[in-house]
């Protein structure tokens, strides 16, 4: 299997994957309305059971453009391609549980009717097994380039500019302050078995594919915990992961945002700092990376193919001037006596000189004879 075919391989899974959340998405569009569909994603709240929640439209943006970049090879595909399973498969195994520990004696939503916990719960599974297949395939994809990289005796990917991986690193260590010290506080507040249980999310989600919130903190600690290691490493993929975490936050950030904006949801200062951080300092590294990406468009790497033809242009301009030294011996000096026998000898030996000043370049010592030789025979004339 080559690393062509591995590539278009995790392309297409990523985008089934993407295919699986935008179906969902829909579904709720078409059963709700768009605007009740808006309103489940900005307040979280609807009547009934419903299938998605604001953190699948920021899964739908990342998957989506995990998978393009893999087609197009983008750089920072493949830490794209990490974020895109490692988000999926750690958001949608609740989805997995739910289905799996729900009983019509037990009811995992209780008494909540909407979509089907057994179609939407069957595609999670799929989702997973899909993302585990797409984990393998991208260990055979780095194994693979690195058996080549080896063999070649190049270097790895292009590292990222330290600034952008900095700003990065700091964003999301400061993120993970916020999510560390939520999941902190509720376990203070409600006690570290009540926390279990509102991390396993019994009875308290109104979506299918939707986490709860200290669970939803949990992975996102894990995640930006693995974007500093890439950040401050200043590794290859670190960009791309950074970008995709970025895509995956930025969506749901906003939905919370515009929630608070139209007074639909309870505001509090920590809810808005950390949704503001979320959506500005991810738009503000995505912003950076972008630039740097533009900026490393290597004009060297252009000229390649630009300048192809001046290589045997430039070997001919360094080689010696054989049309000069050919021309020497058409440029006799006794004709010129011939037509003027009193033609002063000093103009003859300029008139020789300047013919034969091109041959210079190539014998100095030839051409000053030659010039001496056609000077004497006219001066002897």
Request: hydrophobic letters at 50%; one cysteine or more; charged letters at 15%.
């Amino acid at each position: 299997m080559s690393i062509n075919q591995v590539r278009i391989a995790v392309a297409l899974l990523s985008l089934a994957l993407f295919a699986q959340t935008a179906f969902w998405l829909l579904y709720d569009i078409v059963v709700r309305g768009l605007p009740g569909a808006w309103s489940l994603w900005t307040t979280g709240w609807v009547p009934g059971l419903s299938a998605t929640s604001s953190l699948d439209l920021g899964l739908a943006a990342l998957q989506l453009c995990a998978g393009l970049a893999a087609l197009f090879r983008t750089r920072g595909a493949g830490g794209l391609l990490m974020t895109s399973c490692t988000v999926t498969l750690g958001f949608r195994l609740p989805a997995v549980w739910y289905l799996l520990l729900d009983s019509p004696s037990d009811p995992w939503f209780g008494t909540l009717k909407g979509a089907s916990l057994n179609a939407v719960g069957s595609t999670a599974v799929l989702a997973v097994v899909l993302c585990l297949v797409l984990g393998g395939l991208l260990l055979l994809a780095r194994h693979m380039e690195y058996e080549a990289a080896a063999s070649n005796a190049v270097t790895g990917g292009v590292r990222p500019v330290k600034v952008t991986a900095t700003a990065s690193g700091l964003l999301l260590a400061v993120l993970n302050v916020f999510y560390i010290g939520r999941n902190a506080v509720t376990a203070f507040q409600v006690g570290p078995g009540v926390l279990t249980d509102l991390i396993v999310g019994k009875g308290s989600g109104r979506a299918i594919l939707a986490v709860p919130s200290p669970y939803q903190w949990v992975c996102l600690t894990v995640l930006c915990g693995a974007g500093m290691l890439l950040a401050a490493r200043r590794r290859p993929t670190a960009p791309g992961f950074s970008v995709g975490l970025s895509l995956f936050m930025m969506p749901s950030a906003f939905t919370e945002l515009w929630g608070y904006a139209v007074g639909s949801m309870p505001v509090t200062a920590v809810d808005t700092s950390q949704s503001l951080l979320e959506f500005v300092g991810s738009a503000a590294v995505v912003a950076l990376i972008v630039g740097d990406v533009r900026r490393d468009r290597r004009p060297d790497d252009a000229d390649l193919d630009v300048m192809t033809p001046a290589v045997p242009i430039g070997t001919a301009a360094a080689a010696p001037a054989v049309p000069a030294t050919l021309a020497v011996p058409t440029t006799p000096a006794a004709p010129a006596a011939q037509d003027d026998e009193d033609d002063d000898p000093a103009e003859a030996t300029v008139e020789a000189v300047e013919v034969t000043v091109p041959a210079q370049r190539d014998n100095d010592g030839d051409a000053t004879a030659e010039a001496e030789r056609p000077a004497t025979e006219a001066a002897g004339a």
